[in-house]
Each structure stands twice: as C-alpha cells, then as structure tokens.
Nanobody
Framework: QVQLVESGGGLVQPGGSLRLSCKAS????????IAWFRQAPGKRREGVAC????????YYVDSVKGRFTLSADKAKSTVYLQMNNLKPEDAAVYYC????????????????????????WGRGTQVTVSS
C-alpha cells in the first residue's frame, strides 16, 4: 500500500521560505509522479506543481513559477517543494498526491488542474504566511 507523508509546513513572514517534503512509501518503481496541491479556507483545492519520478521533469502553474522549485531524493523516496518569496496568498494546507506521470503536464499556465486522477494523497501540512 502506497503512503504519502508531508512535512515542513509552518508560519513564515511574507518574503520568507519554506521547504515541504513528501515521503512516499510502497512504490516498487519510479514510474509515478508526485504533485502538490493546496487548499485555502473557503477555496477549491488547486494544483501547484508536479514532478515525474520517471524522468525528473517538473511542471509549475504560473502563480508559483519562479518562486517554487521541485526536487527529488530518490534514495529517500522523497520529493521536496522549495517555496521562496512566499506571499500571503500562498497560505493554505498543502497536499502531495501520487499518480501517473502523464498527469504532470496539466500543471501549466493558470490551468485549473483536475485532482480526481490521483491515486494516493497525504494528509496535508499547513503553510501560514503572515507578518
């Protein structure tokens, strides 16, 4: 059974940085993708970024491009989301999700990324951006 565990959330001032982690267990190959979604109170869950473990390609929506960076440590089965220059509008519960690598190209522009095709989800980690 695949399990995903997020960590790294917290309180940060505007302009600050955080690094979120998503540790995956239960996969026997690299043929999967890890996506990050976020949900603020009263808002729909929205896609943020996606990393394909099969070829290390990364994808970002416009609202975070240039500020957020994905990376992976395959030995630790962990994907990291480095978030820099955080803004109040980045505050949300961040979730990682696992699915097929073919889903990653959905993360572009301001596309409303569908989340129904992801097989596994973590429980989320809270990111608060406030002075």
């Amino acid at each position: 059974q695949v399990q995903l565990v997020e960590s790294g959330g917290g309180l940060v001032q505007p302009g600050g940085s955080l690094r979120l982690s998503c540790k995956a267990s239960g996969y026997t190959s690299d043929n999967y993708a890890i996506a990050w979604f976020r949900q603020a109170p009263g808002k729909r869950r929205e896609g943020v970024a996606c990393l394909s473990n099969s070829d290390d390609s990364t994808y970002y929506v416009d609202s975070v491009k240039g500020r957020f960076t994905l990376s992976a440590d395959k030995a630790k089965s962990t994907v990291y989301l480095q978030m820099n220059n955080l803004k109040p509008e980045d505050a949300a519960v961040y979730y990682c999700a696992a699915g097929e690598p073919i889903l990653c190209p959905d993360f572009y522009g301001d596309y409303d990324v569908p989340d129904g095709e992801y097989d596994y989800w973590g429980r989320g980690t809270q990111v608060t951006v406030s002075s």
